[in-house]
């Protein structure tokens, strides 16, 4: 036996942002250390991603995670005992074996991802050096371009507007310091110009403001203001990002938005959009159609893709062979990454590596249902990925992870810095 050896796998109910149960396993190695990772929870989640096994029933509103818990301390313990904690592929690989579902629907993705999580944790604890060092080594010099939300909607906030999240990304930041300085200027902004006009009514899921207005576009213009009453320079310095989220509102190439009271076709909310695109300092979309309107969103990457950055997410679901038809058939240019939606780090990887091999952007990504857990940080500076999703600016499960990028910063030293212009699709 190796001191890398598995000893012992424990998993643990603990609670996250939404006041939900989730899984946290912790794994021990024979040199005495362990690591630990707990497992994150959509809300609004792709049809193809890893299934968050929950048990039903009148518990927690059906949300208890005991059926998962049981998965990982009666059949993930015992079946990876003395595998190799620096073998992540032979781990992650016994996963998926043992799960036995293309969509962890057995085991449960929870089970699994937080499994693969602390495995990675532990195998970084016995070499004495951070997860993001034993990723990336010595390359590993660049911080993730933050992409921070700043007003809350869709499913995170009540459908108050169609939009799920109306973000804003410091493109012109000179470092990743900064780049929150510019945010929290912005979000502190938002907050004041919306409690003078009396539209705040709280905060969403992801920590973002709660609004009202009275159609999905007023959103728009209250950023440009935000961006502006923060002393910045909208486009320039700091621009919008959007996630349409339209699965949530759409099926069929049809598109219902409740707040305008109105229904558009594919075509005409990709023209929504292009116009939003002429008409304000846009530089990424996610989501723009729907995850089953694969011909709309070929429309719409062809007609605005060399502009800006279209994320798929619904689409891929963090899923290498979903991310290589999307570069053939060019129906995105970028990928969100989340290690939830595939149920292991290696499978998430893969779909990560897919999209640099094609050319494409990455964004890694966070969870509405979030908890202290700052792993996906490690693994964005681990792996190079050019952006970081993880919320917004307030909320303690948000606020550790954007804490963690600074003090992963101040590890990597005098030579950390921002991804390149040209590691990003958008064109301004």
């Known amino acids: 036996m190796t001191d890398m050896a598995i000893v012992d796998i424990a998993g643990r109910r603990v609670w996250d942002s939404r006041g939900r149960p989730t899984v946290e396993v912790t794994v021990s190695l024979a040199c005495g250390v362990a690591g630990r990772a707990i497992a994150p929870a959509g809300a609004s989640t792709g049809s193809g991603e890893a299934v968050d096994l929950r048990d039903g029933g009148d518990s927690f509103g059906g949300y208890d995670v005991r059926r998962a818990l049981a998965a990982v301390n009666d059949e993930i313990d015992p079946a990876l005992a003395g595998f190799d904690a620096d073998n992540q592929d032979a781990v992650d690989a016994a996963l998926i074996a043992l799960d036995g579902t293309p969509n962890k629907s057995r085991l449960g993705g929870n089970a699994t991802v937080a499994t693969s999580m602390a495995v990675a944790h532990a195998a970084a604890a016995a070499e004495g050096v951070s997860l993001w060092c034993r990723l990336g080594g010595l390359r590993a010099h660049t911080l993730p371009l933050p992409e921070i939300q700043i007003f809350g909607g869709g499913a995170h906030a009540g459908r108050r507007v169609d939009v799920q999240d109306f973000m804003v990304i410091a493109n012109g930041a000179g470092d990743y310091e900064e ?250």
């Open 179 to 428: 780049s929150l300085d510019w945010t929290a200027r912005v979000y502190l902004a938002a907050g004041k110009l919306m409690a003078a006009q009396d539209r705040l009514q709280g905060v969403a899921d992801e920590g973002g403001f709660w609004p009202v207005f009275e159609n999905n576009e007023d959103a728009l213009d209250m950023l440009v203001r935000s961006i502006e009453a923060a002393g910045l320079i909208p486009g320039d310095e700091v621009s919008i990002s959007l996630d349409i989220a339209a699965s949530e509102f759409g099926e069929g190439g049809q598109y219902r938005l409740g707040l305008e009271n109105r229904s558009l076709d594919s075509d005409g909310l990709s023209a929504m959009l292009t116009g939003w695109v002429d008409r304000y300092p846009i530089i990424s979309i996610e989501d723009p159609l729907g995850e089953d309107d694969e011909a709309g969103l070929i429309k719409f990457t062809t007609a605005v893709g060399d502009r800006i950055q279209i994320i798929g997410d619904d689409y891929l679901v963090t899923n290498a062979g979903r991310v290589r038809n999307g570069i053939a058939k060019g129906a995105c240019n970028s990928v969100l990454v989340k290690p939830n939606q595939a149920g292991t780090l290696t499978e998430a990887r893969a779909a990560f590596d897919a999209a640099m091999a094609g050319g494409w952007g990455a964004v890694v990504s966070a969870r509405s249902g979030e908890t202290e857990d700052t792993t996906i940080v490690h693994l964005a500076v681990g792996w190079g990925a050019p952006q970081l999703k993880v919320g917004s600016f307030a909320r303690s499960e948000r606020m550790a992870k954007w804490n963690e990028g600074l003090r992963v910063a101040d590890e990597i030293g005098v030579h950390a810095s921002l991804p390149p212009k040209d590691a990003f699709p958008w064109k301004i």
